[in-house]
T-cell receptor
Framework: DGGITQSPKYLFRKEGQNVTLSCEQNLNHDAMYWYRQDPGQGLRLIYYSQIVNDFQKGDIAEGYSVSREKKESFPLTVTSAQKNPTAFYLC???????????????FGDGTRLSIL | GENVEQHPSTLSVQEGDSAVIKCTYSDSASNYFPWYKQELGKRPQLIIDIRSNVGEKKDQRIAVTLNKTAKHFSLHITETQPEDSAVYFCAASPPYSKGGFKTIFGAGTRLFVKA
């Protein structure tokens, strides 16, 4: 059954701690994304990756880091530099179309991060 | 920066009535417009999308219209049912050559369908 798996579902961070959110996909998609969702603000792009070993900052990358060592995996680290990390984090993936028009994104179930 | 404005933020309708959600985008290069539905505690899921070479698209009770001149697109749900209750997000993407991986999402519309 193809899809995107995010773990954990809930995560708690202590002051000064880095935490890593996992995202794995078996859809054979080249592109992967991380979004932050806050109440009333929709989805905001943190980082995206078009291909293995390459990633780009989105609109709110400060305090976050990513890696893309495998096509299937795109983990997000929330560092201690992110002063307001409490949010719902969504990972997504998509194919990269051969034309110039975008493609739909497939989302995981999300990780809810809170500060202890 | 580029943005997508979505209205209304909350919409309450009676079962069987129609619901309309409107979005306006700022990036004139945008050429792909998906709509996602997010039920409480679940992942967003694509319900319909439209590309800039099309003015209208319909899928059963759901339709989307696009006015490129006005940079405006809308979602129409007819014969609403209680299971349509969810948060709906519109989004706009430019071509890959102009930042197409940076999809911009609207803030969402919470739809309540009263039985």
């Amino acid at each position: 059954d193809g899809g995107i798996t995010q773990s954990p579902k809930y995560l708690f961070r202590k002051e000064g701690q880095n935490v890593t959110l996992s995202c794995e996909q078996n859809l054979n998609h080249d592109a992967m994304y991380w979004y932050r969702q806050d109440p009333g603000q929709g989805l905001r792009l943190i980082y995206y990756s078009q291909i293995v070993n390459d990633f780009q900052k989105g609109d709110i990358a400060e305090g976050y880091s990513v890696s893309r060592e495998k096509k299937e995996s795109f983990p997000l680290t929330v560092t201690s530099a992110q002063k307001n990390p409490t949010a719902f984090y969504l990972c997504a993936s998509s194919i990269v179309g051969t034309g110039s028009i975008g493609q739909p994104q497939h989302f995981g179930d999300g990780t809810r991060l809170s500060i202890l | 920066g580029e943005n997508v404005e979505q209205h209304p933020s909350t919409l309450s309708v009676q079962e069987g009535d129609s619901a309309v959600i409107k979005c306006t985008y700022s990036d004139s290069a945008s050429n792909y417009f998906p709509w996602y539905k997010q039920e409480l505690g679940k992942r967003p899921q694509l319900i319909i999308d439209i590309r800039s070479n099309v003015g209208e698209k319909k899928d059963q009770r759901i339709a989307v219209t696009l006015n490129k001149t006005a940079k405006h697109f809308s979602l129409h749900i007819t014969e609403t049912q209680p299971e349509d209750s969810a948060v709906y997000f519109c989004a706009a993407s430019p071509p890959y050559s102009k930042g197409g991986f940076k999809t911009i999402f609207g803030a969402g519309t919470r739809l309540f369908v009263k039985a």
